[in-house]
């Protein structure tokens, strides 16, 4: 196929050798009988042919399809959609999850075809960021500065985050002076607790750039606090270095159970016995809880210290098999002629407790789904029992279990 234009002969005669002709019929466009050339018309000798550049073509043809009815088109209704579904993203905040009806108004606020009225800080935002995604910056930092004077507190720090958030998402940076009025006149337990809320929000590159302002700016029991949460928060990312500095760093300062325990998981998983046994007991001495003493116990046993070992998993909940399967693992590595059978009739196994019927559900997929729900329930406790089996007798086979477990009501 030739796209491009040929010129015949000297009189300027024009034309397009592959678009079908179009002849102008009042204002509407049709197609012409003949394959091509262009509808001419004549001025004197010369014949001049019309011709449209193929994009400007592009958008008449659809035009022409669409009954010159573009604007109201599911073309523009889809893109409209997918705008006005920003202002439903999690990672931004919002006062309440914003219906359609909220988010056709928000697309009016922002294109300007209704008033910002009495609407309160958060809706504004979002009309903000629905601006913003269709490419209206100026319009969109106009309503986020309308937002934040509509609001105040914690609200107006949110509405402030948001619109750092959309800056980051444009390709900006992150820049202290724009952190500075986010976090000026708040406490630090305030400070935290939008950290908080971003974390939730998955935001970890404002989080990480909010620890490094406030670090340098924070002393005392408010730094405590901060390099507590900062290490707490590099743990769940899986940073255990930068954990471990920010956790002893907050334990030079404060004494805290939450650091205790967390530096001794991280020393455990490392197989450094001595100073994750260390922690460990300092956090059991300040708190005694359950399932550190199920963490001290596994870490006495990963140290062939089964007698130590033996008195904190009797300090633990016995009614979780991950406590069962240890205590017995323990009992066997004392005296391999040991039984701990008997330690399976303190398994507690919960069922789903979910309701399986439903009103608007046909009465035959009612009863399927319940009586497979009911299956999984029973068949849980014994798929427990028998990993735990095969943990300390190296089998889960009926026919050998037979031999080792005799039948207790309930357990299989």
């Not at 910056?137 to 750092?164: H, K, P, Q, V, Y």
């Not at 002076?177 to 998955?202: F, I, M, N, W, Y």
């Not at 991280?266 to 550190?292: G, Q, V, W």
């Not at 006495?300 to 016995?318: F, H, T, V």
Request: charged share 25%; with cysteine.
């Amino acid at each position: 196929m030739n796209l491009f234009p040929e010129v015949f002969g000297s009189k300027g005669r024009v034309g397009w050798s592959w678009f079908p002709a179009l002849r102008r019929s009042g204002s509407a466009l049709h197609s012409s009988k003949k394959a091509f050339p262009w509808h001419t018309r004549r001025k004197g000798q010369a014949t001049v042919k019309i011709c449209i550049p193929g994009k400007a073509l592009l958008l008449l043809l659809v035009a022409g399809m669409q009954g010159c009815a573009t604007v109201n088109s599911f073309f523009f209704e889809e893109l409209d959609r997918q705008e006005m579904r920003i202002s439903a993203d999690p990672a931004f905040f919002h006062g309440s999850t914003p219906t359609i009806e909220d988010q056709k108004d928000l697309l009016d606020l922002c294109l300007g075809k209704r008033r910002p009225g009495n609407s309160d800080g958060f809706r504004i935002s979002e009309a903000a960021i629905i601006c913003g995604a269709r490419g209206s910056l100026e319009r969109s930092d106009e309503l986020f500065i309308l937002a934040i004077e509509r609001s105040s507190g914690l609200d107006r720090r949110r509405i402030m985050l948001n619109r750092i958030i959309f800056w980051h998402r444009i390709g900006a940076g992150v820049r202290d002076k724009d952190l500075s009025p986010v976090l000026t006149d708040l406490s630090h337990t305030r400070a935290l607790e939008l950290v908080s809320e971003l974390q939730d929000r998955k935001q970890d590159y404002l989080v990480d750039r909010i620890y490094s302002f406030m670090i340098p700016r924070s002393s005392g029991t408010a730094l405590a606090d901060v390099l507590l949460q900062k290490g707490l928060y590099e743990y769940s990312m899986g940073r255990s270095s930068v954990a471990v500095a920010a956790l002893q760093k907050s334990l030079e300062l404060r004494e805290n159970y939450r650091a205790h325990l967390t530096l001794g998981r991280i020393y455990a998983k490392a197989e450094d016995f001595n100073r994750a046994a260390m922690h460990l007991e300092k956090a059991y001495s300040r708190k005694p809880e359950p399932d550190t003493a199920y963490l001290m116990a596994h870490l006495e046993y990963s140290r062939k210290r089964s007698e130590e070992a033996l008195n904190w998993i009797r300090k633990a909940d016995e009614r979780e098999a991950k406590v069962v399967e240890l205590h017995g693992l323990i009992m066997l590595s004392l005296d391999i002629s040991a039984d701990p059978r008997p330690l399976l009739s303190n398994l507690r196994f919960s069922g789903s407790n979910e309701v399986c019927l439903e009103e608007n559900r046909p009465f035959l997929e009612n009863l399927q789904l319940c009586a497979l729900s009911h299956s999984y329930d029973v068949l849980r406790p014994v798929r427990g029992r028998a990993r735990i089996l095969q943990s300390w007798f190296g089998t889960e086979k009926p026919w050998n279990r037979k031999a080792t477990v005799p039948y207790v009501k309930r357990h299989y």
